[in-house]
């Protein structure tokens, strides 16, 4: 189970983590932790601002006051729990102050500020498991760092599975399998280390991405294949749409590993595309449940079922630029996409989304309009590309539809027969061979209502 920081808010939600212990009390049970809301944004502000004496002190005592406000209200002022909370804070804080004198004379390198962002999930799992204890249950606090073992990737780090394993065996599997006693174990989520120990931090999604790195390294070093992801957020799941296009969307009750992975690619904020990597290849179920209904019997279950009758989500990339490159002469130049790629791949620019005509003579792709200029910029500079092709832009929007049914000619007719109604055109569409998902590229003042109108086509298509 994973808790994030809105979990984490006061007396009252530790209460509510108590109450969903008993509900699964027949069962072995990880917690992988979040830090409270809004620490590790401030842990990174004053990393960057050292600069800036004031601003740094006022971060830091703003994550003091947070973290003590919480044990204030959770403990029993001077008992021991609240006692080893506090002295916790206190050395934590000190040994961030250390790295801040390293950052000012080293600089903010990568692994300084992996460092740096830890100390977020470092502090709330160690009060967190404290609490557990203080409730008179059996629990241990076990920082990631010393069992997930990732690649070199500082602030996007991947496992290695293998050394990773090898720590769950060790580690974790013991006191799992352990016939005498029921005891809870607390992770740290969001950080592991690399192998010569620097500590990392797996990016966005990190914490969910930590419980199921877990799950995949327990179903291979453990006997007992009967494992649940469980990611305790403040929804109730993954919604078909987001609520700012519709009024009271559907909630997707049942999807498999490619849709999930489609519509959290492609917008869906509660879950990020590459949690589910760890899980899919062992068909390990994953839930999305609202932490203040935990008894809610609609939820979202990721696993292999799924209605293949069904459209599974709309979802749409707001701010997006279409970068057209087409041959100045209309003559075929073999080996454009490659270069175009290689272009966007030596600027660490992302390509969501490309269309090109039978031949090469003309290539649109998607870029994220934050990365807009720059992707123009390397384009311009590139000779093969100056000399040779005219290069166009546009901001756009990108609306996303995922779900197998897509897959039908009607169902893709009924699409643009919806958009038709209100005279939208669309500028580019893509959809590769046995895909899930079909992306239309439209005009950005059209989006609300191509959103609207294809959605109210194809209600009767969306789980009820």
């Given at each position: ?69 919480i ?6 002022e ?15 804080l000190?040994?961030?102050d ?34 557990l ?25 991947y ?47 990190g ?43 559907s ?56 209605n ?27 080996g ?60 756009v ?68």
């Open positions: 189970m994973k808790f994030g920081g809105s979990c984490l808010t006061d007396k009252s939600a530790f209460n509510k983590i108590l109450r969903i212990i008993d509900i699964y009390k027949d069962v072995k049970k990880i917690f992988v932790i979040s830090a409270l809301n809004g620490i590790t944004d401030l842990l990174l502000k004053a990393a960057l601002n050292l600069e800036e004496a004031t601003i740094t002190d006022k971060n830091i005592s703003l994550i003091e006051k947070r973290h003590i406000d044990i204030e209200q959770i403990f029993e001077d008992s021991e729990h609240y006692i080893k909370a506090k002295d916790w804070i206190d050395e934590k000190s040994e961030l250390d790295a801040f004198a390293d950052i000012k004379e080293f600089g903010l390198e990568p692994y300084y500020r992996d460092y740096v962002l830890s100390f977020g999930e470092i502090l709330s799992t160690y009060i967190f498991n404290q609490y204890l203080s409730k008179g249950l059996d629990s241990v606090y076990i920082p990631a760092n010393k069992i997930l073992i990732t690649t070199d990737e500082f602030n996007n780090a496992p290695l599975y293998d050394l990773t394993n090898f720590r769950i065996k060790r580690l974790i599997l013991p006191i799992l399998e352990n016939p005498k006693k029921d005891i809870m174990i607390c992770v740290t989520g969001f950080i592991g280390r690399n192998k010569i120990g620097y500590i990392t931090t797996l990016g966005r999604g914490s969910d991405y930590t419980a199921t790195i877990l799950a995949h390294s327990l179903y291979i070093t453990g006997n007992d294949k009967n494992i649940k992801v469980i990611l305790w957020k403040d929804v109730d799941g993954l919604l078909v749409i987001n609520p700012i296009y519709v009024s009271e969307p909630l997707i009750k049942n999807l498999d590993y490619d849709e999930a992975k489609h519509i959290a690619n492609f917008g869906a904020k509660v879950l990020h595309p590459k949690c589910l990597e760890a899980i899919e290849k062992y068909k390990i179920p994953l839930e999305i449940r609202n932490f203040d209904k935990p008894l809610n019997e609609y939820f979202t279950e990721i696993s292999e079922e799924t293949r009758e069904q459209i599974k989500g709309i979802s749409a990339v707001e701010l997006a630029t279409i970068v057209s490159v087409t041959s100045g002469s209309l003559v075929n130049v073999p454009v996409l490659a270069k175009i790629f290689k272009t966007m791949s030596k600027n660490k620019i992302n390509v969501s989304f490309v269309a090109q005509s039978s031949s090469e003579i003309s290539t649109s792709f998607i870029v994220n309009a934050t990365d807009s200029e720059k992707a123009i910029q390397a384009l311009n500079h590139s000779k093969f590309f100056s000399d040779f092709f005219n290069i166009k832009w546009e901001s929007a990108v609306i996303n539809i995922t779900g197998l049914k897509i897959l039908e000619n009607k169902t893709k007719a009924e699409v643009f027969n919806a958009l038709d109604k209100k005279n939208i055109k669309v500028k580019a569409i893509s959809q590769s061979y046995n895909e899930i998902n079909l992306s239309i590229v439209i005009d950005k003042e059209n989006l609300f209502d191509a959103i609207n109108i294809i959605h109210d086509d194809l209600y009767e298509e969306f789980e009820s």
